[in-house]
């Protein structure tokens, strides 16, 4: 039986492998399958084609607001005026919050622009409460005059309120990122934190993470839709002034951000590819993905470049930890203030939902709201068909083991692809010639140390097994074996050690398991086991003892 482990001939394929198992002999074919239809949206977007960006520290001021310039439709307003212009701004107030607070700013051709309503920050870091009560930042570009008006119970309560403005600066950057709006299909080009110059310091929440992601939620970020595309790096790096520091969550709300241009921006630190909490909806920041279109899209729908980057990176972000799209999941709430429902209900929700499905707002607003089912069908149409994806069929077949996805699934060494899971250290590969394989725990983590798929012993030809004698674990892989036992940790065997090691009997030999990797001595490699060493002289292709 110990010959059929297959040393010697199962680097060729085309033939058996059979490996012992506690419950008898499994029969694991070694030829190569049929490469099946792999859904690629989980594919990585690239970073846009930019330089990194000189960060740059956001100034954040209170203005005083005082009596407003003459002008029409002014009663009961206070007005902020300044030297510098004033970019980006929010209003916060003390007492309870009003009913209505509108802002207006002063255009370029000297008039007022229309009265328009501000929402309160609808969201919150879990366990955090913001230390002032404020409204979403509203863009008003290069204006030098702000006016801000409130009611509550339909008297005015424009004394309670105050002004912060957020002037972003600028980067060498700003005015390339439109060019940086699309990469092919499937995959939107993101700008990176280090691309759109955010300032580094300001992130003050080191990334925290779940086992993985169940959802997307879509938002929009309620400011204004009067931006250009050289605009919209600064827009970001004020909200996340405002997000880390103003309202003190120490980072960016959202993990990403879309403009009206079709524009994707990197936000909550920790990467895209992992199940990172963010703060974007409160109560339900875990086990989801937030999507902030940038802009107000209360009375205005969304435009169709933005929809479509939204629904290509949710389809990056479900089909690469292979989620349906048009399926619902079942959330739990952690409560808060902003969140429609208290701490521990189930929640059943479409797998791409909007915020208002369960936070107290209008997000992403009335018109956002009508393209959602735009944005859910698209989204699953970039997905495609998950049961054909053979790392999906080797993860429900081991769930119990694997838990959940993870990290998306990508592109490896060696043409193979590989998914992460939130169980036993586990991981899964595949590959046209190998097929999809599991490797978990300890032997994953030295198949990691060692390089993983571009390692030497290459891409895993089998699950994790059990040892003949009982005592140990064991992956096959191309080139190679990882063994492992509690008292000798993994260690892989290949080459000519492994050949004299498998002819004498592997663990069962007089050598026992491997204790150490092969390390190099003088004239050749040598490698340790329980009792003995193996010396394999260099050109040699059998190992002696030593």
């Known amino acids: ?81 300044s030297p510098d212009p004033l970019k980006l701004v929010a209003v916060s107030w003390t007492g309870p919050r009003p009913d209505l607070i509108e802002l207006r700013s002063r255009l370029a051709n000297g008039t007022f622009g229309a009265w328009t309503r501000v929402d309160p920050v609808d969201t919150e870091r879990d366990g955090r409460s913001a230390p002032v009560a404020s409204s979403e930042p509203v863009w008003v570009a290069d204006s030098r005059e702000v006016q801000v008006r409130a009611v509550d119970d339909g008297a005015p309560v424009t004394q309670r309120m105050a002004l912060t403005s957020i002037d972003p600066q600028t980067t060498s950057n700003d005015a390339r990122t439109a060019a940086a709006s699309t990469a092919g299909p499937g995959r939107p080009a993101v700008v990176t934190r280090a691309q759109w110059g955010a300032d580094e310091k300001l992130m003050t929440w080191p990334p925290e993470y779940t086992p993985t992601v169940r959802a997307v939620t879509i938002h929009h970020t309620a400011g204004t839709n009067a931006y250009t595309a050289a605009d919209s790096a600064a827009i970001v790096r004020g909200i996340y002034a405002y997000h880390a520091r103003t309202l003190g969550w120490g980072d960016i709300g959202y993990n990403v951000l879309v403009d009206r241009f079709g524009t994707v921006f990197e936000g909550r630190r920790g990467g895209l590819d992992r199940a990172v909490i963010a703060a974007h909806a409160g109560g339900f920041n875990r086990e989801t993905f937030g999507i902030g279109m940038m802009g107000d899209f209360t009375s205005v729908a969304p435009p169709a470049a933005q929809i479509e980057a939204t629904a290509k990176l949710a389809a990056y972000k479900l089909g690469g930890l292979y989620r349906d799209p048009r399926a619902t999941v079942t959330l739990t709430s952690t409560g ?76 490896t060494a060696r043409s193979a692809r590989v998914t992460r899971f939130s169980g036993s250290n586990g991981a899964v590969y595949w590959s046209s010639p190998t097929g999809a394989w599991s490797v978990i725990g300890e032997i994953n983590r030295r198949y990691d140390a060692l390089g993983a798929a571009s390692s030497a012993i290459g891409l895993p030809r089998t699950d994790e097994r059990t040892t003949p004698d009982g005592r140990g674990r064991y992956n096959q892989f191309v080139s190679g074996f990882v063994y492992w036992t509690p008292q000798t940790g993994a260690w892989p065997v290949r080459g000519g050690i492994l050949s004299t090691w498998a002819s004498a009997g592997y663990e069962r030999s007089g050598y026992g398991y491997p204790r150490s990797d092969q390390y190099a001595v003088s004239g050749g490699v040598r490698q340790d086991f329980e009792r003995g060493s193996l010396f394999l002289a260099d050109g040699a292709s059998a190992a002696r003892r030593v």
């Not at 149409?381 to 993860?395: E, F, M, S």
């Open 1 to 81: 039986m110990r010959s059929q482990r297959g040393w010697g001939r199962f680097g060729a394929l085309g033939v058996l492998v059979v490996v012992a198992l506690a419950g008898g002999p499994v029969v694991v074919a070694d030829a190569a399958p049929a490469a099946p239809g792999i859904v690629t949206a989980g594919d990585p977007p690239p970073p846009a084609p930019l330089p990194a960006a000189r960060a740059v520290e956001p100034k954040v001021e209170r203005e005083a607001l005082g009596a407003p310039a003459p002008s029409p439709d002014s009663t009961d307003a206070r007005q902020a005026s």
């Open 336 to 411: 808060g203030g902003t969140s429609k429902y208290p701490k521990g209900r189930a929640v059943t929700l479409p797998t791409v939902f909007a915020h208002r499905d369960v936070g107290a707002t209008e997000c992403p607003g009335n018109t956002g709201i009508r393209s959602m089912p735009t944005i859910r069908d698209r989204t699953a149409a970039l997905v495609g068909d998950l049961a054909a994806n053979p790392i999906r069929t080797k993860w429900l077949a081991l769930r119990g083991l694997l838990g959940e996805p993870s990290v998306v699934e990508s592109p």
